[in-house]
């Protein structure tokens, strides 16, 4: 069954622990939650922090809940991370793809609809929204 997580009044976020396959540990972090948003997302300093190779892929281009432009042409692939339980990483970790959010963005990691939808990781009490991509951008 999914994790479940009713948070009614702010964006939908988790704890979850992300491994650092360099640092051989798990760092945990919390994650927002965002069905306007195709992709996941990290900031480029906690990307940093894991020590995963980057790669260059076509620009895309969003737009946060504010206003402001988000773009990026970098991700990171196959980052193994997990739901927190208590600082004790599942065992059954799984992998995401994350493309790299510039300096400023408003999280540290983000999970975009593809992945809470095709994981069935998190269930919604109401619409969520933090980006929503530029219209003809292009996917990864």
Same mark, same amino acid.
């Given at each position: 069954m999914?994790?479940?997580c009713d948070?009614?009044k702010?964006p =939908?976020?988790r704890?979850?622990?992300?491994y650092?396959?360099?640092?051989?540990?798990w760092?945990?972090?919390?994650a927002?939650f965002?069905?306007g948003?195709?992709?996941?997302?990290?900031s480029?300093?906690?990307a940093a922090?894991?020590?995963?190779?980057i790669?260059t892929?076509?620009l895309?281009?969003?737009?946060?809940?504010?206003?402001e432009?988000?773009?990026s042409?970098?991700i990171?692939r196959?980052?193994r991370w997990?739901i927190d339980?208590?600082?004790?990483?599942?065992a059954?970790?799984?992998?995401a793809?994350f493309r790299?959010a510039?300096?400023? =963005?408003?999280?540290?990691?983000?999970f975009?609809?593809?992945r809470?939808?095709s994981?069935?990781?998190f269930?919604f009490?109401?619409?969520?929204?933090?980006l929503?991509?530029?219209?003809d951008t292009?996917?990864?």
């Open positions: 999914a994790d479940v948070n009614e702010s =939908a976020k704890k979850i622990q992300m650092s396959e360099q640092r051989d540990e760092r945990l972090v919390e927002l965002d069905t948003s195709q992709d996941s997302w990290i480029e300093d906690f922090e894991l020590e995963y190779s790669e892929v076509k895309s281009k969003y737009y946060t809940f504010t206003g432009t988000l773009e042409s970098k990171i196959n980052v997990c339980r208590g600082n004790v990483p599942d059954r970790g799984r992998y793809d790299i510039p300096p400023g =963005a408003p999280f540290v990691v983000l975009g609809r593809d809470i939808f994981e069935d990781i269930r009490t109401e619409a969520n929204l933090i929503t991509k530029a219209p292009a996917g990864w």
